[in-house]
């Protein structure tokens, strides 16, 4: 069986734009050919007769070597945006394979060298955070970004092989995360003009044509007392959501293979390297799935394939990342894409650590979370690579988890016991943590009831929920992936601050 | 010039899930081979000693069609899981090329038949708001979810074949559309455990090892004070996105071309079938592009490719909505990807207007908005298509729009008089409205600066938008799709509620 995708015809899109990026004139033209490229001066190095200059237009991370006689070239400092036309030939230097010996030279936008604050060396990080506005002409940013957007697009050309359908869950959700959360509020500002407005269409509609008998003037003072207060917009309290998952579990019960890639939202005030209050999760959900090892050979097919879709696409932004950022980039990338990730229960998983001799902060006990000490010691130390941690305890996790039908073989202080799991999963990362969680969902329906009251939740609330079981229920799971984590995975970066565009955590909301 | 996207190898990625879908199955199996099918029961009809099952599985609008000899089929009502086992064969029926000879039946899930709200027959489209966690199994509902994953995977698709990279611009920002818009403010409700855990994490880092000459006790007695109270979360208000236009600009001074997809709010109290309060705009920024026309040739490129794209991937969809929905859709798509997109500037449309003839309510008169009678006329009546007007006058339009070098010819009650517009472009398609936006920014900082001024506001504020003008200016442009208008023109739909899977607005925010 091939994919959908790959039986229609691949169509070749035609260029829509009249210039051409750098990326696109440095592969794809023989040398000797007349070429004009746009981009901003990367670096000048001016002498005698003649000066270098790097000019990049951001399509890739190596710009492209411009070479320009007598003064053509003078005064030219970095950040300028310049046009350059001339002819690319051979290039005698190492570092590039053609390069442009400038004929005509035109500064389309000059740059404040004095100010610039970007000069030819390597900046901090946190520097770069500073004038976030700018970050993205550092190379290391620039190669981020690339890889971010290449990242999101490897994720859909999977799915989309898989015959995913892409579900735009809602931002706006009344669900607070069971109340315990930290969720932000959302309130309108009405402006005066919109009150307004909202005034004179009740009043359109009050006219005389109308065949209603109250008169308009009545309906003008209904229409002022009805103009929405700040807290009644929506009619009930509304968040901005934490996931998409219980909304994706109400398509894929009716188009059973969905995802969704959207940014979620935390208020959490931790200032950590691996927190912000607003990040994007991938989310999957799949209907007539009924074993969790389905689940964990479907997220690690998508992991694989969207990482080898960055090997053989971005090759010079790793390359560029495993030399200045991250030495074992590269090989770790590859061993990903090359070696099946491990797959331990948690109760082997705290044998294991418990047998392991090693002193922990927190001792490994069953029916204790993992701490991230132990996440660690499993991932880095004892599987040196992605491994799947299953099947957690049942009072760790949400209600909607699926309790498995098998206890599990506790080892407790008084001996082996059976104790109650759920068929859930975490996938655990060396150097990242928890990169994907997921979970097959309760879809009997009077388990699910039970799970609502021991749980203390609403049935009235989540009878919507409880539907999905009563007409038609259908053995499903599905996962999230933390974008930023996967980017920090992918990258050799550290600090999730510097993975996305523009972050957001507390004090923190530039622009 | 071949694109980038078509230049890598094609690598078919094999199936990461054990089952077929039905499309699947339908579209690349032989008659005679045995199968496995699951899906929900469409449509039973039971005869005497044979049932007649449709089962879908939302991998396509067809379901299978399932002959179930005996009593196999009894009982079996709309709305249950079913797991079907049989042999395809070819169908007798004009409806479906194959059929399913089932052998062996197995209920997955069964369904409450009596309070099922879905039965065999048209729902409308206000019920379907109603039960709208039962929505996606409608048969319309689920071909719009599954057009509108092909338009975004459309899109995306074209972005990347023109060199593109997809930037994650933020939902949280600190504009506030200008104080004049209707916009949603966001606060945190911060519980009382994310307290203590903030207090616990900074009485963590004033453990005894810590090189700090303060006392653990000052340190924690400080973090209780700096525990964030709810308006002081980011340290300044914060709204939800109206635009990633600014945001785009940022990223477009670095990678020249960059594209957007996601959210946007507005707190609109409007009840119309066109608006929502969160809605989904697709977003382009192009650097080095000094040409309106240009612009307009790309979004044109745009828009045909990926309404080509769902005319050859979405048949099946497109010719159930022709059917049932707008019997002109199918000719209204050739007609958009076939026949040039009109153009005019607003001046030009002014004068058409003025000489048509037609009553207005509103005298079409140089200086105003073009009102919405007039748009329609435009596009419908007189363009019998999509029409771009452009060049609106400067006071009509945002500070950021480019000022037009040359002025327009203004007809004017005192005759014709130069005017000031802008490089900017509507595009206006019939039975849908303004469809796309967009313009050239003022790329000059002096001008710009004096925009700022004649609008009042904060030259500190935008200190940062300056400094793109200030360090290596380009002549650039870019435009919005609004997503769920380009739904409802590739659906024949009415009402936006009925093209987004969750709607949100006034009053309305269901789960």
Redesign the interface.
């Known amino acids: 069986?091939?994919?959908?995708s790959?039986?229609?015809?691949?169509?070749?899109?035609?260029?829509?734009?009249?210039?051409?990026?750098i990326?696109?004139i440095l592969?794809?033209t023989e040398p000797g050919t007349s070429v004009k490229v746009?981009?901003?001066?990367r670096s000048a190095r001016q002498q005698k007769h003649v000066t270098f200059l790097e000019v990049n237009?951001?399509?890739s991370l190596k710009g492209v070597q411009a070479i320009l006689s007598g003064g053509q070239g003078k005064g030219l400092v970095a950040?300028?945006?310049v046009?350059l036309e001339g002819t690319l030939v051979k290039s005698l230097g190492k570092e590039q394979a053609l390069e442009l010996q400038v004929s005509d030279m035109r500064v389309?936008?000059?740059?404040?060298g004095e100010?610039?604050p970007l000069q030819k060396k390597r900046h901090s990080f946190e520097f770069l955070r500073e004038i976030?506005?700018?970050r993205?002409?550092a190379k290391t940013a620039?190669a981020i970004?690339?890889l971010?957007?290449?990242s999101?697009?490897g994720f859909?050309?999977?799915f989309?092989?898989?015959?995913f359908?892409?579900?735009?869950?809602?931002?706006?959700?009344?669900?607070?995360c069971e109340?315990?959360?930290?969720?932000?509020?959302?309130?309108?500002?009405?402006?005066a003009?919109?009150q307004q407005?909202?005034l004179e269409?009740h009043q359109n509609q009050s006219n005389p044509t109308s065949s209603s008998t109250t008169t308009s003037g009545d309906k003008a003072a209904n229409a002022i007392i009805a103009?929405?207060a700040p807290s009644d917009?929506?009619?009930?309290p509304?968040?901005?959501t934490v996931s998409g998952q219980?909304?994706l579990e109400?398509?894929a019960?009716?188009?059973?293979?969905v995802y969704t890639m959207?940014?979620v939202?935390r208020?959490?005030?931790?200032m950590t390297p691996r927190h912000l209050?607003?990040f994007?999760m991938l989310e999957a959900e799949?209907?007539?799935?009924d074993k969790l090892d389905?689940l964990l050979?479907?997220s690690e097919?998508?992991l694989r394939?969207t990482t080898?879709?960055l090997l053989?696409?971005c090759a010079d932004d790793i390359e560029f990342l495993n030399t200045w950022i991250d030495k074992s980039l590269k090989s770790r990338l590859t061993q990903l894409v090359e070696q099946p990730f491990a797959r331990m229960t948690y109760t082997e998983a705290i044998e294991v650590l418990q047998r392991s001799g090693e002193r922990f902060e927190f001792e490994p006990k069953w029916g204790q979370g993992l701490q991230s000490e132990h996440e660690k010691w499993l991932a880095g130390s004892h599987c040196k690579g992605p491994v799947f941690v299953t099947d957690y305890p049942a009072g760790l996790k949400p209600f909607y988890m699926r309790k498995n039908d098998e206890p599990a073989k506790a080892i407790t202080s008084s001996g082996v016991e059976d104790r109650t799991t759920v068929g859930c999963v975490d996938l655990l990362v060396p150097g990242i943590g928890e990169l994907m969680g997921g979970s097959l969902r309760e879809?009997r329906p009077e388990v699910l009831k039970k799970q609502l009251d021991e749980f203390g939740l609403d049935q009235e609330e989540y009878q919507?929920?409880m539907?999905?079981?009563?007409?038609?229920?259908?053995?499903h799971g599905g996962w999230g992936i933390g974008f930023e984590r996967y980017i920090l995975m992918v990258t050799g970066m550290d600090n999730v601050r510097d993975v996305?565009?523009?972050p957001?955590y507390?004090?923190?909301?530039?622009?």
Chains 1, 2 share one sequence.
């Open positions: 069986m091939t994919s959908t790959s039986q229609s015809p691949i169509r070749i899109i035609p260029p829509a734009l009249p210039n051409r990026t990326k696109s592969t794809s746009q981009g901003w001066i237009d951001g399509s950040g300028t945006s046009e389309i936008g000059p740059c404040d100010t610039y976030s506005h700018l993205s002409r620039s970004l690339r971010r957007s290449a999101a697009w859909q050309k999977f989309e092989s898989q015959e359908i892409q579900v735009h869950t809602p931002l706006l959700t009344t669900h607070d109340g315990g959360g930290e969720v932000f509020k959302i309130a309108p500002r009405i402006s003009r919109a407005q909202a269409e103009a929405p917009f929506f009619g009930s509304v968040y901005l219980l909304h109400i398509v019960s009716a188009i059973s293979r959207g940014p939202f208020a959490e005030p931790s209050s607003e994007w799949i209907a007539f799935l389905h050979d479907f097919a998508c394939e080898r879709y053989e696409n879809e919507w929920y539907d999905l079981r009563k007409f038609g229920t259908v053995p996305i565009p523009f957001r507390n004090h923190h909301c530039k622009f």
